[in-house]
């Protein structure tokens, strides 16, 4: 009786499984589907991280470049919410300044502005993990000469080199009114206490245009010798380092401690470059004179007379800030509501224009002391 019941049992097990798999049978194979696409076949014994090695190997290249670049006036990011707006975006954020395309076919009108800006940063300069290779981290976006802005009717054939893709941002921007130097006798209403070429007329005043050029005792130069350098701004100002950080992707120059080294390849390898800059800053841009024990007004620069001068004329509010006493620096604002003839809105659009440059003249030095002595004699005559 017990064998006759496992026999029973088994039976029942067998006739289940064969059920079981009768119920869960595939049925026939339906047609053949279309071939896919072949891949891309592989190289054998290549690692997939070769590439990358390029550039973040163990020499910390990039490193270094992105210690310089976080102590640099780029990486700041002081004037960032202005991406903001469209006008502005196109050079106060990465992302602004990918989307003008190199301000061709671009204008200023058809900028938009970033709403989740980030910072000028190496994607704003080069082409960064397009082919993964080095050649991402040396060559240039828009490396073409710019737009050029504001010309005011001069014809402008200028080649920066590499420079070219700072000079889309570092050139003077529009400004309203436009001085009518036929007539310097018109009035000018509502002027803007902004009003200026914006503080990036670097590239203007290397080419010497987009300023209001008098007449005047001193003749304005043909030609900049700083216009030598082969890649202009980069030549300059990443053509050394220090430890202290200037130069290289920081790209700051110090007056006192950087002359010889940024002019080494132009200027018998710097030598005097320092004693020179000494020598011309004094007459033509200090404010201050630091020369003797306390710093003082310096009251005779031509920078000074035409700032003064302006001022008498209402012009602006001449501001002197100071530290225990003793003055350490001089603001010249210009003042709201002014309505002003064509030659005192020129020569103040020609003082904005070289405060608003930062190298007191530097960038070429011939133009800018025209620019002052002309625009300070015509002030002069109006008296």
């Given at each position: 009786?017990?064998?006759?019941?496992?026999?029973?049992?088994?039976?029942?097990?067998?006739?289940?499984?064969?059920?079981?798999?009768?119920?869960?049978?595939?049925?026939?194979?339906?047609?053949?589907?279309?071939?896919?696409?072949?891949?891309?076949?592989?190289?054998?014994?290549?690692?997939?991280?070769?590439?990358?090695?390029?550039?973040?190997?163990?020499?910390?290249?990039?490193?270094?470049?992105?210690?310089?670049?976080?102590?640099?006036?780029?990486?700041?990011?002081?004037?960032?919410?202005?991406?903001?707006?469209?006008?502005?975006?196109?050079?106060?954020?990465?992302?602004?300044?990918?989307?003008?395309?190199?301000?061709?076919?671009?204008?200023?009108?058809?900028?938009?502005?970033?709403?989740?800006?980030?910072?000028?940063?190496?994607?704003?300069?080069?082409?960064?993990?397009?082919?993964?290779?080095?050649?991402?981290?040396?060559?240039?976006?828009?490396?073409?000469?710019?737009?050029?802005?504001?010309?005011?009717?001069?014809?402008?054939?200028?080649?920066?080199?590499?420079?070219?893709?700072?000079?889309?941002?570092?050139?003077?921007?529009?400004?309203?009114?436009?001085?009518?130097?036929?007539?310097?006798?018109?009035?000018?209403?509502d002027i803007s206490t902004h009003y200026g070429p914006h503080y990036s007329s670097q590239a203007n005043l290397m080419g010497a245009f987009g300023a209001y050029e008098f007449e005047g005792s001193t003749a304005y130069?043909?030609?900049?010798?700083?216009?030598?350098?082969?890649?202009?701004?980069?030549?300059?100002?990443?053509?050394?380092?220090?430890?202290?950080?200037?130069?290289?992707?920081?790209?700051?120059?110090?007056?006192?401690?950087?002359?010889?080294?940024?002019?080494?390849?132009?200027?018998?390898?710097?030598?005097?470059?320092?004693?020179?800059?000494?020598?011309?800053?004094?007459?033509?841009?200090?404010?201050?004179?630091?020369?003797?024990?306390?710093?003082?007004?310096?009251?005779?620069?031509?920078?000074?007379?035409?700032?003064?001068?302006?001022?008498?004329?209402?012009?602006?509010?001449?501001?002197?800030?100071?530290?225990?006493?003793?003055?350490?620096?001089?603001?010249?604002?210009?003042?709201?509501?002014?309505?002003?003839?064509?030659?005192?809105?020129?020569?103040?659009?020609?003082?904005?224009?070289?405060?608003?440059?930062?190298?007191?003249?530097?960038?070429?030095?011939?133009?800018?002391?025209?620019?002052?002595?002309?625009?300070?004699?015509?002030?002069?005559?109006?008296?």
């Open positions: 009786m017990k064998k006759n019941y496992f026999s029973y049992l088994l039976v029942l097990l067998v006739f289940i499984l064969g059920t079981v798999v009768s119920c869960t049978k595939e049925g026939p194979a339906g047609p053949a589907g279309k071939d896919g696409t072949d891949g891309i076949d592989g190289t054998n014994g290549t690692d997939g991280t070769a590439t990358c090695i390029e550039c973040h190997d163990a020499n910390q290249t990039l490193g270094i470049k992105q210690f310089q670049w976080e102590s640099s006036m780029h990486a700041a990011g002081t004037a960032l919410a202005r991406s903001s707006i469209s006008s502005c975006a196109g050079c106060h954020s990465q992302q602004g300044f990918i989307q003008t395309d190199g301000n061709n076919p671009l204008t200023e009108d058809e900028w938009k502005g970033v709403d989740d800006p980030i910072v000028i940063n190496c994607y704003a300069c080069h082409p960064i993990h397009e082919t993964y290779t080095h050649e991402d981290v040396v060559a240039l976006l828009f490396p073409d000469q710019p737009n050029w802005a504001v010309t005011h009717d001069k014809e402008v054939d200028m080649d920066l080199g590499k420079g070219n893709t700072c000079a889309h941002c570092h050139q003077s921007r529009k400004r309203t009114p436009v001085v009518d130097m036929n007539d310097l006798t018109i009035m000018y209403t130069p043909d030609f900049n010798g700083h216009l030598g350098a082969e890649n202009g701004c980069v030549s300059c100002h990443m053509g050394f380092t220090t430890a202290s950080g200037s130069g290289g992707h920081n790209m700051h120059i110090d007056a006192g401690s950087d002359l010889e080294k940024a002019c080494a390849q132009c200027h018998s390898e710097g030598a005097g470059a320092e004693d020179k800059y000494n020598e011309y800053y004094p007459v033509y841009f200090a404010t201050i004179d630091h020369d003797g024990e306390h710093p003082t007004l310096n009251t005779t620069s031509y920078y000074t007379l035409l700032g003064d001068l302006l001022t008498e004329h209402g012009v602006y509010t001449k501001v002197v800030d100071s530290v225990d006493g003793y003055p350490e620096a001089v603001h010249y604002n210009i003042n709201g509501g002014l309505e002003i003839n064509g030659t005192l809105l020129a020569a103040l659009f020609n003082h904005r224009y070289l405060y608003q440059d930062h190298s007191h003249g530097m960038h070429n030095p011939s133009y800018s002391k025209a620019l002052l002595k002309n625009s300070l004699e015509a002030v002069e005559a109006l008296n």
